[in-house]
């Protein structure tokens, strides 16, 4: 079993930045991929971004390419998510996820963070 917790969520300014963090803890050695989903008001969940534990491998939603940079901390097992340029359209509840397996955009994530909003203002 995995446990995710969250942080780093808040209020910004549209333009603004934030670096949300996940904080993994249980059994992390199972986990070969960490991700990061998002879900707005009245829409599905949607996947942000993801990366292999060696951080050899990166995956981003075309939405956030070349805004948001997913990044891995072993020694931690923590993984961030550095948002910048933010946009209305980013306010969502910020969901950290964690799996085992080779590919990022293939299989379910069995683990789940509780979430965290993120809200940008214009």
């Known amino acids: 079993q995995v446990q995710l917790v969250e942080s780093g969520g808040g209020l910004v300014q549209a333009g603004g930045s934030l670096r949300l963090s996940c904080a993994a803890s249980?059994?992390?050695?199972?986990?070969?991929?960490m991700a990061w989903f998002r879900q707005a008001p009245g829409k599905e969940r949607e996947f942000v971004a993801g990366?292999?534990?060696?951080?050899?491998?990166?995956q981003y939603a075309d939405a956030v390419k070349g805004r948001f940079a997913i990044s891995v901390d072993n020694t931690k097992n923590t993984v961030y998510l550095q948002m910048n340029s933010l946009n209305p359209e980013d306010t969502a509840v910020y969901y950290c996820?964690?799996?085992?397996?080779?590919?990022?955009?293939?299989?379910?994530?069995?683990?789940w963070g509780q979430g965290t909003q993120v809200t940008v203002s214009s």
């Open positions: 990366i292999s534990r060696g951080a050899d491998r990166t």
């Open positions: 249980g059994r992390t050695v199972s986990m070969t991929i």
């Open positions: 996820a964690a799996k085992s397996g080779y590919y990022i955009e293939v299989g379910a994530f069995g683990s």
